[in-house]
């Protein structure tokens, strides 16, 4: 078996004059001011989905839940109530 030469890298005097990027033309990124809040992409099942007709009526109604439960006094949980003396 014959062994490979490893591959060399061309230097950047080596790259062709279409692969060379003038970057003094280059433009500032449109879609910037879009990405500046996070994103999250959240998936419906689809009968969840078919009751809504926009995201921001999703938006809403989860707003109205997350109030509605913070209103409602916290549960104590079980293992934090004092057990009786039998």
């Keep these: 078996m014959k062994k490979k030469t490893p591959t060399q ?7 062709r ?3 060379r990027f003038d970057y ?4 500032p990124n449109r879609f910037a001011s879009r990405m500046e809040r996070p994103v999250v992409a959240v998936v419906l099942d689809s ?7 926009s ?4 938006n809403a109604q989860l707003r109205s839940a997350i109030t509605a ?6 549960a104590t949980p079980a293992r934090a109530r004092p057990r009786r003396a039998s």
């Excluded at 003094?24 to 433009?27: D, E, L, T």
């Excluded at 009968?47 to 007709?53: E, M, P, S, T």
């Excluded at 995201?55 to 999703?58: I, N, R």
């Design 24 to 27: 003094s033309r280059a433009k």
């Design 69 to 74: 439960r913070k209103r409602r006094k916290p």
């Design 55 to 58: 995201s921001a009526k999703v």
């Design 17 to 19: 004059p279409e692969y």
């Design 9 to 15: 890298r061309p230097d950047a005097g080596d790259i």
């Design 47 to 53: 009968d969840v989905a078919a009751v809504f007709d």
